[in-house]
């Protein structure tokens, strides 16, 4: 090797320190990769993404051929630089250590850290691009690649590992979830809540959406005939509730409009109003969103009337609140619906007590608690653990709330206040 020119030699180890650089890049961007983003580029044709998502499905082999190349480049790297150290400063132990020095500090700068670096900053472009060079490299060094990993795998059973465990890239729910709250730019804000929304669906149940049994509009079959034919005639609804005496006596569902044409008609009676009875859709109390939207398609219904396990009414549900949930308030308003609270000059709402807590919520971008109560009425209840009397204030979740009138045992009308950082029960 005396022959050798200096100049030559300097250029090889620069050629080795560049080949140990991209096996450092290559494997850095193969590791961080976008496995989705790749997926999707391979399905579309990509020669580049195909072979490196088949790199990626035999990882013990494609680090093999990685670490292989890149030992035996830092290897000869190493022994060109100390053939150039004592053809500089001579044969003696000065120059072998500082040769050991400049050697580590050239693999550290030029063949490790930048190019990991560059590796990780853009892994989507390099990973596919090295995997040209890869996919050969290992199909020509298989042999040495497949010897090193029988011991690979043996120290890997000894320690009771799975080789492809670290290989395994399912996403959860929550994982999903992360991804998509995370995804900036690239989706719309819009979208983004809708998707995220449709994960909630398992987690919320019908009695936090249902319109209550006390604002449900219903007929009483047992009423006077032209209390009844005025009653349909004020409605806002294209169906109602029909029951005999009790609200608990629920005996079908009646489409409004099928009936309104008959009403002027003198041989209209109450024989014929049963007639036009349609059966009701029952709902079990705490059933998820999600399973009720399908029940809803699977049985072309789009309302129905949640009952709890003794058969008592607890309110009525629609498809428009499921799809509420998903793609947030509907632009136009509902016949029957009014806004959940009225602004005062002070900041503060005046609300029914009736209003549930998911609207409130939602509407008027409160933080009231959904894990117990699902009313302001409810909550109000839980925390005064007492019957509550007009005036009466009490501090909920930071939000100053008045008691303003009480019907029976129930809250009326009840003033929140804007939000406060603490604070007690007054």
Same mark, same amino acid.
């Given at each position: 090797?005396?022959?050798?020119?200096?100049?030559?030699?300097?250029?090889?180890?620069?050629?080795?320190?560049?080949?140990?650089?991209?096996?450092?890049?290559?494997?850095?961007?193969?590791?961080?990769?976008?496995?989705?983003?790749?997926? $999707?580029?391979?399905? /579309?044709? %990509? !020669? =580049?993404?195909? &072979?490196?998502?088949?790199? *990626?499905?035999?990882?013990?082999?494609?680090?093999?051929?990685?670490?292989?190349?890149?030992?035996?480049?830092?290897?000869?790297?190493?022994?060109?630089?100390?053939?150039?150290?004592?053809?500089?400063?001579?044969?003696?132990?000065?120059?072998?250590?500082?040769?050991?020095?400049?050697?580590?500090?050239?693999?550290?700068?030029?063949?490790?850290?930048?190019?990991?670096?560059?590796?990780?900053?853009?892994?989507?472009?390099?990973?596919?691009?090295?995997?040209?060079?890869?996919?050969?490299?290992?199909?020509?060094?298989?042999?040495?690649?497949?010897?090193?990993?029988?011991?690979?795998?043996?120290?890997?059973?000894?320690?009771?590992?799975?080789?492809?465990?670290?290989?395994?890239?399912?996403?959860?729910?929550?994982?999903?979830?992360?991804?998509?709250?995370?995804?900036? $730019?690239?989706?719309? /804000?819009? %979208? !983004? =809540?809708?998707? &995220?929304?449709?994960?909630? *669906?398992?987690?919320?149940?019908?009695?936090?959406?249902?319109?209550?049994?006390?604002?449900?509009?219903?007929?009483?079959?047992?009423?006077?005939?032209?209390?009844?034919?005025?009653?349909?005639?004020?409605?806002?609804?294209?169906?109602?509730?029909?029951?005999?005496?009790?609200?608990?006596?629920?005996?079908?569902?009646?489409?409004?409009?099928?009936?309104?044409?008959?009403?002027?008609?003198?041989?209209?009676?109450?024989?014929?109003?049963?007639?036009?009875?349609?059966?009701?859709?029952?709902?079990?109390?705490?059933?998820?969103?999600?399973?009720?939207?399908?029940?809803?398609?699977?049985?072309?219904?789009?309302?129905?009337?949640?009952?709890?396990?003794?058969?008592?009414?607890?309110?009525?549900?629609?498809?428009?609140?499921?799809?509420?949930?998903?793609?947030?308030?509907?632009?136009?308003?509902?016949?029957?619906?009014?806004?959940?609270?009225?602004?005062?000059?002070?900041?503060?709402?005046?609300?029914?007590?009736?209003?549930?807590?998911?609207?409130?919520?939602?509407?008027?971008?409160?933080?009231?608690?959904?894990?117990?109560?699902?009313?302001?009425?409810?909550?109000?209840?839980?925390?005064?653990?007492?019957?509550?009397?007009?005036?009466?204030?009490?501090?909920?979740?930071?939000?100053?709330?008045?008691?303003?009138?009480?019907?029976?045992?129930?809250?009326?009308?009840?003033?929140?206040?804007?939000?406060?950082?603490?604070?007690?029960?007054?």
């Amino acid at each position: 090797m005396d022959s050798i020119p200096l100049g030559a030699l300097l250029g090889a180890l620069s050629v080795l320190l560049l080949i140990s650089g991209f096996f450092a890049m290559a494997e850095t961007s193969m590791m961080a990769v976008n496995r989705y983003r790749l997926r $999707t580029l391979a399905r /579309a044709g %990509h !020669r =580049g993404a195909k &072979l490196a998502e088949w790199l *990626l499905s035999n990882t013990d082999k494609l680090l093999g051929v990685v670490l292989l190349g890149n030992n035996l480049i830092n290897a000869a790297s190493a022994a060109l630089v100390t053939v150039i150290t004592f053809r500089l400063f001579g044969q003696n132990e000065v120059a072998l250590s500082l040769g050991t020095l400049v050697v580590t500090f050239l693999i550290l700068v030029f063949s490790e850290v930048t190019p990991k670096v560059v590796g990780a900053s853009y892994p989507d472009r390099i990973a596919p691009a090295a995997s040209f060079i890869l996919a050969p490299m290992l199909k020509l060094c298989y042999p040495a690649v497949w010897f090193v990993n029988l011991f690979v795998q043996f120290l890997l059973r000894v320690m009771r590992l799975k080789a492809d465990a670290a290989s395994e890239n399912s996403m959860g729910v929550e994982e999903l979830r992360t991804l998509l709250a995370e995804s900036g $730019t690239f989706l719309p /804000a819009q %979208h !983004r =809540g809708i998707l &995220l929304n449709l994960f909630d *669906l398992e987690h919320i149940t019908v009695d936090d959406v249902m319109r209550p049994r006390g604002q449900i509009e219903a007929i009483d079959i047992e009423a006077d005939l032209d209390e009844i034919v005025h009653q349909l005639n004020t409605s806002h609804h294209a169906r109602l509730p029909v029951y005999a005496g009790e609200a608990n006596n629920v005996i079908g569902m009646l489409h409004v409009r099928r009936v309104l044409a008959r009403l002027r008609e003198e041989d209209f009676d109450l024989a014929e109003l049963r007639g036009a009875l349609r059966e009701a859709y029952f709902i079990p109390s705490g059933t998820n969103l999600y399973t009720q939207l399908a029940q809803f398609q699977a049985t072309r219904q789009s309302l129905g009337l949640v009952v709890d396990e003794y058969g008592e009414l607890l309110g009525l549900v629609a498809l428009e609140d499921i799809l509420e949930e998903i793609v947030g308030e509907f632009a136009s308003v509902r016949p029957g619906d009014q806004e959940p609270g009225l602004r005062q000059e002070d900041g503060s709402y005046l609300v029914e007590g009736a209003v549930s807590l998911r609207e409130l919520n939602r509407k008027l971008k409160l933080d009231f608690p959904l894990n117990g109560a699902r009313t302001l009425n409810g909550l109000i209840l839980d925390h005064l653990e007492a019957m509550p009397e007009p005036g009466v204030s009490v501090l909920m979740a930071g939000y100053p709330v008045e008691i303003v009138q009480v019907h029976g045992r129930m809250v009326k009308t009840a003033r929140i206040g804007p939000r406060r950082t603490t604070g007690n029960v007054a």
